[in-house]
């Protein structure tokens, strides 16, 4: 059973999970680790990480601006792996979804993708 | 040929017609290794942009996507109809690419010529009948999709022709 299986499995009765998004890379590799360990620190449950996309099409302004300012900042999906991978020793349960665009996954490799987000 | 919408319309009646050879005419920008380009099919990398898989201009292996570049903004799109992608896989249609500087040419050209002004889009077929003409016979017949007129790029053509005359 995965992490996301467990968190709904333990949740108690009229408890609320909170999930929160974020674009991974904006501005910099550096603000979403602190990003992630305060949301974590305030409760969070959930934290999903938005893969930059050049085309982020299927999203609002604010997802293709931060989107757009990580990409200019040099974020790569290798980096985020990386970044998630020394994070995820200093989080303590919470859990990370990979949220990414068919057109970079596709290129990637899903099979080269899915042991990287752990 | 940018996204090639135009282009399937005119090939589909001809498609299972073995006896007509079809060719697309793609925009190379400065050149399809340039940098500064929109020949996707001459680039040939396969990726998927606005939900379909076809072959695109494609900046990293990470599959973000780079900003196309032609002299004609119906050419400028950093993607292609997967139609054409499928036909040129199969062999039944074949692509090729010309240059802004090419296809400003072939304007020229015709506007002297015969009074017609092309579109810039439909410049790059012109411009591609230098390379197919001297290898066609007599008895075999060329149609050529004339897909718009020229009066709208006025400013471009102008202001290319300055360039060009600043330059040298």
Not at chain 1, 8 to 30: H, R, V, W
Not at chain 2, 119 to 134: I, Q, V
């Amino acid at each position: 059973m995965n992490r996301i299986e467990d968190l709904f499995k333990n949740q108690k009765p009229n408890d609320k999970l909170m999930s929160l998004f974020i674009t991974a890379g904006y501005p910099e590799l550096d603000a979403t680790v602190d990003l992630i360990l305060g949301f974590e620190n305030n409760g969070a449950d959930m934290i999903e990480l938005g893969m930059p996309f050049s085309d982020p099409l299927a999203d609002g302004p604010t997802i293709q601006y931060s989107s757009e300012v990580a990409i200019k900042n040099g974020i790569t999906m290798n980096k985020i792996f990386e970044m998630v991978r020394d994070v995820r020793e200093k989080l303590l349960d919470t859990n990370n979804p990979h949220g990414l665009y068919e057109s970079c996954s596709s290129r990637y490799g899903v099979d080269k993708i899915l042991p990287k987000c752990g | 040929m940018g996204g090639g919408s135009n282009a399937i319309g005119f090939f589909y009646p001809f498609i299972n017609d073995e006896t007509v050879e079809i060719i697309g005419v793609e925009a190379a920008g400065f050149g399809v290794d340039s940098g500064k380009t929109a020949a996707t099919m001459s680039k040939g990398t396969p990726g998927i942009l606005h939900g379909s898989f076809s072959y695109l201009l494609l900046k990293s292996d990470e599959g973000q996507i780079e900003l196309a570049h032609s002299i004609s903004a119906g050419l400028d799109y950093p993607g292609v109809g997967p139609e054409h992608a499928h036909l040129h896989d199969i062999g039944r249609v074949q692509y090729y690419a010309v240059t802004d500087e090419e296809a400003m040419d072939a304007v020229k050209l015709l506007s002297k010529t015969e009074g017609i002004i092309p579109a810039l889009e439909t410049a790059h077929a012109f411009a591609w009948l230098e390379n197919l003409m001297p290898e066609t016979s007599e008895d075999e017949i060329v149609i050529l999709n004339l897909s718009g007129r020229g009066d709208k790029d006025m400013g471009t053509i102008s202001e290319f022709i300055r360039k060009r005359i600043e330059d040298n």
